[in-house]
T-cell receptor, first 114, second 118 residues
Framework: AQSVSQHNHHVILSEAASLELGCNYSYGGTVNLFWYVQYPGQHLQLLLKYFSGDPLVKGIKGFEDEFIKSKFSFNLRKPSVQWSDTAEYFCAVNPLAAGNKLTFGGGTRVLVKP | GAVVSQHPSRVICKSGTSVKIECRSLDFQATTMFWYRQFPKQSLMLMATSNEGSKATYEQGVEKDKFLINHASLTLSTLTVTSAHPEDSSFYIC??????????????FGEGSRLTVL
């Protein structure tokens, strides 16, 4: 079955540490890729998106993503996190054949300790 | 950016009653809205695609008669949980597509509505 999976459920790290969250999908066709963030008490917000072109994508707030097509993966990275990056992060895949339907990964809760 | 608002944010109801949740696109028109359900510590699961002026498209396993969706205008979609039971307790989130076609239309999410059925 087609699926989207995130490698970690919980990540705890200190400020200034580097963050990398992995996401894999199993769709065989062309896909659009997204990372969303949900800060405590807030709604989902788009962090970055990949449609085509350069596999290294820069998003907001210092986040970037690398799409590795051969491995069906796209990894979210931030070189130096801040306490305010504490949130839940979701990757999502939109197969082009599915219109605008998004399939989400299970989410990763990130806690940044001050 | 575009804003999507849901109401109510929290609702508690007795078993057997029906509950309506509204999803509004505040500063743009949305021909398509999506309804998701999120169980505790789990991801968002797409329930249905709401199309303005036509019937909603439900995902496999979602009961149409249980979760009634109406998209009467370009800025409002409603989800009605009929004859709610405790197992319907969940976090319901809507999203709306802004502009473009399937390749570029970005989705904006509401703040979610937490339903608790006693």
């Amino acid at each position: 079955a087609q699926s989207v999976s995130q490698h970690n459920h919980h990540v705890i790290l200190s400020e200034a540490a580097s963050l990398e969250l992995g996401c894999n999908y199993s769709y065989g066709g062309t896909v659009n890729l997204f990372w969303y963030v949900q800060y405590p008490g807030q709604h989902l917000q788009l962090l970055l998106k990949y449609f085509s072109g350069d596999p290294l994508v820069k998003g907001i707030k210092g986040f970037e993503d690398e799409f590795i097509k051969s491995k069906f993966s796209f990894n979210l990275r931030k070189p130096s996190v801040q306490w305010s990056d504490t949130a839940e992060y979701f990757c999502a895949v939109n197969p082009l054949a599915a219109g605008n339907k998004l399939t989400f990964g299970g989410g990763t809760r990130v806690l940044v300790k001050p | 950016g575009a804003v999507v608002s849901q109401h109510p944010s929290r609702v508690i109801c007795k078993s057997g009653t029906s509950v309506k949740i509204e999803c509004r696109s505040l500063d743009f028109q949305a021909t398509t809205m999506f309804w998701y359900r999120q169980f505790p510590k789990q991801s968002l699961m797409l329930m249905a695609t709401s199309n303005e002026g036509s019937k909603a498209t439900y995902e496999q396993g979602v009961e149409k008669d249980k979760f009634l969706i109406n998209h009467a205008s370009l800025t409002l979609s409603t989800l009605t949980v009929t004859s709610a039971h405790p197992e319907d307790s969940s976090f319901y989130i809507c999203s709306a597509r802004l502009g473009g076609g399937a390749l570029t239309g970005e989705l904006f999410f509401g703040e979610g509505s937490r339903l608790t059925v006693l």
